[in-house]
């Protein structure tokens, strides 16, 4: 997007914020990186534009061992969306998410006014006061770079520190779904940014039970010739979901990878390919139709099914089609899957 565009758009934002004292971000459920520095950005404009005091929020947890670290660094006090009493605000953000797509906890009966996201544009954020939907961005922090940028507001060194881990982690380090816009981006924040921190985040530690669901998650995990998929079972870190994905889409032999677990009365499904003009985005559509919802990137892709009325065979079944789904749109049709760790598996045509 151009200087002159963001320009106008910080103006507007700048003219909403002015009318505040406070205003409540609203990010994805299970926040990543690119939701937790968006927020931080934001916030930061939100105080130096506007003098607003901003609370963030999100539903579900934040598991992963690098989120974790991240928000410590930060000294973050991210809220449960459920103890927020929203009466309170009268002013409400949502980046890297946007109203009705299913992945956020905010109440349908609230619409934000601000919305700030480089997922494809819904209809719902159509109708809010302020939007800004740049879908072929690598990450929501490029944005809000922009924004900063032109408001000539310099991040701390934990803000730009946050948002380059974002755009770097959201691109996994420029390498998919990239734009000039993330590159420029993430040329200015590697400056400021503390590069020890950063490796101390990418390193962050990890629960003892995450090597069982790791273990879990590679037994359970079946190849169909160019795609593996793997059943995480119930869990507690639905962050594993989108890890286990993109650690299996490293098999040299795999082009597409989906894993889903149970959580809170959710499925949740993530895809990820390595495919050119693949789009991942379509396909988890596609998966969910019907009964849930999905949403990301050419490469990149989660969805969610509410199971709470299924019983445990319901929730087989669902399963089960979903596999079925998944296996017919990216690879030849009835194969019978192998186990990927069983000793020299080949490939499961031979
Ligand atoms: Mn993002």
């Keep these: 997007m151009n200087h002159k565009k963001t320009e106008t758009k910080l103006a507007q934002l700048k003219a909403i914020l002015e009318n505040h004292k406070s205003m409540l971000i609203v990010l994805q459920d299970n926040p990543d990186p690119d939701a937790i520095a968006s927020a931080v950005a934001l916030r930061k404009l939100a105080n130096v534009l506007a003098t607003v005091q901003c609370s963030i929020a999100h539903g579900g947890t934040v598991g992963r061992g690098e989120n974790r670290a991240l928000v410590k660094y930060l000294g973050l006090n991210l809220r449960p969306i459920q103890q927020i009493d929203t009466t309170q605000f ?10 009705g797509t299913g992945n956020n906890s905010l109440p349908d009966t609230i619409e934000p006014d601000i919305v700030i996201d480089h997922h494809q544009c819904i209809q719902s954020t159509r109708h809010c006061r302020f939007f800004d939907i740049r879908s072929r961005y690598g990450a929501t922090a490029t944005i809000l770079y922009e924004y900063m940028q032109a ?3 310099k991040p701390d060194v934990p803000t730009a520190t946050a948002m380059l881990y974002a755009i770097r982690s959201d691109t996994q380090d420029l390498g998919r779904d990239t734009t000039k816009a993330d590159i420029r981006a993430l040329t200015h924040l590697y400056i400021p940014a503390n590069k020890r921190m950063l490796s101390q985040i990418q390193r962050g530690k990890v629960r003892r039970d995450y090597y069982r669901m790791l273990a879990d998650a590679l037994t359970n995990a079946q190849v169909y010739a160019n795609a593996i998929v793997t059943d995480l079972g119930q869990i507690e870190n639905p962050d594993m979901i989108a890890e286990v994905a993109d650690l299996l889409l490293r098999d040299d032999r795999t082009d ?6 149970v959580s809170q009365d959710k499925m949740l499904i993530s895809l990820r390919t390595y495919q050119e003009n693949a789009r991942a985005d379509k396909v988890i559509r596609h998966l969910v139709s019907r009964r849930g919802t999905g949403g990301g990137h050419p490469s990149y892709a989660g969805g969610q099914i ?3 009325k299924l019983s445990a065979k319901g929730i087989e079944k669902l399963q089960k ?3 079925n789904r998944f296996v017919k749109e990216v690879t030849a049709n009835n194969l019978k899957p192998e186990p990927l760790t069983a000793a020299d598996s080949k490939s499961a045509a031979t």
């Design 90 to 99: 009268k002013l409400f953000a949502m980046v890297d998410t946007q109203p």
């Design 151 to 153: 408001a000539g507001v």
């Design 256 to 261: 597409w990878v989906m894993v889903y677990g």
């Design 306 to 308: 509410p199971i709470d």
């Design 321 to 323: 089609t979903i596999v």
